[in-house]
């Protein structure tokens, strides 16, 4: 059988290739942040992990937008608590 022979991969969010959101996010707010809020409620996801937002250019770049289109989202996502942004400190991941 061919199935004998192929390998089984693990998938291990440990291993940084991985994470997850909430169903929540995409069921109760998606309508509300709209597809670029998504898309960087889902970068914030990514960079949980160093505890601090990335640098508005690099989540620009990393999205194809404009430097202005993650300042205006960020807020949206805020105003429909999202996320909550404390002290604001800004560090380059590149």
Partial sequence: ????????????????????ISKKI???YAFKIGVIGLA?????VFYAK?????????????????ISTPRKYRKILEENEVIKVGR????SFT
Avoid: C, F, H
């Fill in 1 to 20: 059988m061919e199935m004998q022979n192929q390998k089984i991969e693990i998938r291990d969010i440990r291993n940084e290739n991985w994470y997850w």
């Fill in 50 to 66: 160093y505890s601090v937002l990335p640098l508005e250019e690099e989540v620009a770049r990393r999205l194809g937008t404009s």
């Fill in 26 to 28: 995409l069921d109760e």
């Fill in 40 to 44: 960087l409620y889902n970068a914030y």
């Fill in 88 to 91: 604001k400190i800004q560090k």
